[in-house]
């Protein structure tokens, strides 16, 4: 028998209605909240780490400054994530505490490395291209405060992903070595980018509960599906080939039939064992403790503000 809240949540949600921080919400629903929304935040703020190793060495003026407002925006998306975990209940130190010591996922595309200037072409074009298809279908979630996060989200990624396809771009009308440099980065990221979308639906624990909740709208197989379809023409007009050679237009099923991701490779990154998982959560270690005066002189000052108000 559904207690007077649970009917009342659940017809919210039936009709396509928000859910909002002082509304009543199964636990259930909040905890799986904290854990997607954190775990999105925590990617975007490590996901500056990858990026931010070639902002000193951008090719141009013009492309440091594209990058580091890229960069930027990463920080401004984690920081609205951040804020709207804040509104179920957790606290940014609870989720500093979970990222640095290891206890927190991240998104698994951040944990690999970024050798050359065409990587950045590669992350914006297939990584950020990777989370549009993730995160437009985010803007409808039924949790007020996550879906209007993403549509900000969303606007900015659009950029990322069209200054990645330009830098590609540029590269494949460029010298033989600079063409095979783009190939190389699009063979490295690639699959990873697709496995990005998270496992196959019949090894996604979240999915069902999820979908029942409109927190996620599309299977990650979908969207992974949606992903390859806008990435075939695109790739064509680079003149990159994609390095999956079973992947073929099905004409039955209207989509691309793609080779297998390397699901041991996946599930080996989530343990932590991906090539840069260490030095990625070192340097956020570092970071968080480099700026620990910060946040005391910010406490110190907040409180003789407070002093000086009752004074
Ligand atoms: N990296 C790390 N962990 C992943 C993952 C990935 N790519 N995909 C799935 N997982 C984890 C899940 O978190 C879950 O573990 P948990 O229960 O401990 O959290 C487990 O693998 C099983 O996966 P499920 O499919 O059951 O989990 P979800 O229903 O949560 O689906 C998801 C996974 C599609 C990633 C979903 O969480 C989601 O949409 N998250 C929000 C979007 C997001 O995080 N995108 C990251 C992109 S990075 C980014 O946006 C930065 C951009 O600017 C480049």
């Not at 990624?157 to 771009?169: A, C, K, N, T, V």
């Amino acid at each position: 028998e559904l207690s007077e809240e649970e009917r009342l949540f659940d017809e919210l949600v039936a009709n396509e209605q928000r859910i909002e921080p002082r509304d009543w919400m199964p636990d259930a629903y909040r905890k799986t909240l904290i854990r997607q929304i954190s775990q999105h935040a925590h990617s975007e703020i490590i996901g500056m780490q990858p990026e931010g190793n070639w902002i000193t060495r951008a090719p141009s003026l013009k492309r440091k400054a594209i990058l580091m407002a890229k960069v930027q925006d990463e920080a401004g998306h984690g920081l609205y994530l951040y804020s709207a975990a804040q509104t179920l209940g957790i606290t940014r130190d609870e989720m500093m505490e979970q990222l640095i010591t290891g206890r927190a996922k991240y998104s698994s595309i951040f944990n690999y490395p970024t050798p050359t200037w065409a990587d950045m072409g590669a992350i914006g074009w297939l990584v950020d291209g990777a989370a549009i298809c993730n995160q437009v279908p985010l803007c409808r979630a039924s949790y007020g405060p996550y879906g209007r996060a993403m549509v900000r989200v969303c606007k900015e990624e659009s950029f990322h992903q069209r200054q990645g396809f330009e830098i590609l771009l540029a590269l494949m009308r460029g010298t033989d070595e600079q063409r095979q440099m783009a190939q190389d980065a699009v063979n490295r990221w690639y699959w990873p980018s697709l496995a990005m979308f998270g496992p196959p639906d019949d090894q996604s624990p979240n999915s069902a509960q999820s979908m029942k909740w409109k927190i996620k709208r599309f299977s990650n197989d979908e969207l992974r599906q949606r992903f390859v379809g806008m990435l075939v023409p695109q790739a064509e007009i680079l003149g990159v080939t994609l390095p999956d050679p079973d992947l073929r237009w099905n004409e039955d099923k209207g989509e691309y039939d793609m080779g297998e991701i390397d699901w041991d490779e996946f599930f080996e990154v989530l343990r932590g064992n991906g090539p840069c998982n260490a030095e990625r959560l070192e340097r956020r270690r570092t970071a968080h403790e480099d700026g620990a005066w910060v946040r005391e002189a910010a406490a110190e000052y907040a409180r003789k503000q407070a002093a000086r108000s009752e004074g």
